[in-house]
């Protein structure tokens, strides 16, 4: 029951998640979505009112990445969106590798980089000290890297996010704040059989 | 079971001979307190540093060379540390790389030496034979001082990083797909850490 150190005011983070995750993706229904721990599981289920076009991973962290790798490779029709944060990310970021090597085209990864563990209580994590995570996700291979960090990358980001010829990753760079506040439905199990039914017609 | 044919299609980056280049780019091996990845650089170091005691082989205990000498630097930091990794072994937990930036120990150097390939496991091409660049990835994960020797031209630079005193630093060395040097070394866990510990610390 530790008290949560103070956040350190920073300037690379300036953006508020709630008003720019939204704006860089655009048409949530274009997407299939699979997403990491709690902060960008709350941001895609207030996006999409806990749509059923969301696979959320609460508690899965390091997975994100890799399942929605499987996922892109099984639906070569479908645009499939990975929505990770930093912390969720570093936790298994050799899977960046492995997305390089197989590049396929339908897959994007944004990666929401508070530089803090919210979860836990907002101590501060490799990115807002040392980590550059565009750095190596360009350094895995993946040919198209971005980072947002300002309203003027916007544009950027949400085109790399729908561009159909490789595999993209965008840091967006946001303060340490909370996600939207939303209730989703926690059972791992119905969300599976919600997500595969939506998909696929059957469970 | 046979493994692919894949020897043939490194590409031309991979040229250097890593029975010349290791000790090349090691110099005096006593210098180090030495932590060993998989069977590849297991076994060179082995072979080169003769069974002499400031080695560690971690074999079989593929990603945690990296984690492994970096406890072993902040717990030396009169002693300089070397990991020896390879490109799988180090793909394996490439998110060390992380936490060796952030804590940042002035006295830790870490070879990768990438034969583009799997060797253990019967020479599979490995992610950085496909566009993965590790000395990039170690670079994006904060390390300041980073390397790629894949020319004899580039010894120098890479013997210097190795041996600078305020690291941590990052040299990856591009190797032709073959054999180690090879040396019988004993696989008993328990004596290497035994050895390891005592030569070190003059008790166990």
Request: glycine share 10%; aromatic share 4%; net charge neutral.
């Amino acid at each position: 029951m530790s008290t949560s150190p103070p956040r350190t005011a920073d300037p690379r983070y300036t953006l508020d998640r709630c008003e720019i995750v939204p704006k860089l993706i655009g048409k949530h229904e274009d997407f299939l979505f699979v997403t990491g721990l709690a902060g960008t599981s709350k941001d895609i289920a207030a996006l999409t009112k806990d749509g059923d076009h969301i696979f959320t991973m609460a508690g899965t962290m390091g997975a994100a990445v890799a399942a929605g790798l499987g996922l892109a490779l099984a639906q070569p029709d479908k645009r499939v969106m990975v929505v990770t944060g930093d912390g969720e990310l570093l936790m298994n970021v050799g899977a960046l590798a492995t997305v390089a090597v197989l590049n396929p085209p339908n897959l994007s990864i944004l990666c929401v980089d508070n530089g803090h563990y919210g979860e836990t209580g907002y101590q501060r994590t490799h990115t807002s000290q040392v980590t550059d995570l565009e750095k190596m996700a360009a350094g895995a291979g993946i040919k198209s890297t971005c980072t947002v960090a300002s309203e003027g990358d916007i544009a950027k980001g949400a085109r790399m996010l729908r561009e159909g010829n490789a595999t993209s990753f965008v840091l967006l760079r946001v303060k340490p704040e909370d996600p939207p506040k939303f209730k989703r439905n926690l059972n791992a199990a119905e969300c599976r059989v919600r997500f595969r039914k939506s998909l696929l017609g059957h469970t | 079971m046979t493994a692919p044919a894949s020897k043939d299609t490194r590409p031309a980056e991979f040229v250097l001979d890593r029975a010349d280049a290791v000790p090349a780019l090691i110099g005096r091996f006593d210098d180090f307190l030495i932590v060993a990845g998989l069977a590849g650089t297991a076994r060179e170091l082995k072979a080169h540093t003769d069974g002499a005691p400031n080695l560690f082989a971690l074999a079989g205990v593929m990603g945690a060379a990296v984690t492994m000498g970096l406890g072993l630097a902040l717990a030396q930091p009169e002693r300089r540390v070397l990991v020896a990794t390879g490109d799988g072994e180090l793909l394996m937990n490439i998110g060390s790389l992380a936490t060796v930036a952030l804590m940042a120990p002035a006295n830790l150097s870490i070879l990768c030496v990438d034969n583009g390939h799997y060797g253990e496991t019967g020479y599979q091409l490995s992610h950085s034979s496909r566009g993965v660049d590790l000395a990039e990835m170690a670079a994006g994960a904060g390390i300041p001082a980073t390397a790629v020797v894949q020319s004899t031209a580039d010894y120098e630079t890479g013997r210097r990083l190795l041996r600078a005193g305020n690291g941590p630093t990052f040299v990856l060395l591009r190797v032709k797909p073959t054999d180690p040097p090879s040396g019988k070394f004993s696989l008993d866990a328990v004596a290497a850490r035994i050895a390891f510990r005592s030569a070190l610390l003059g008790s166990r």
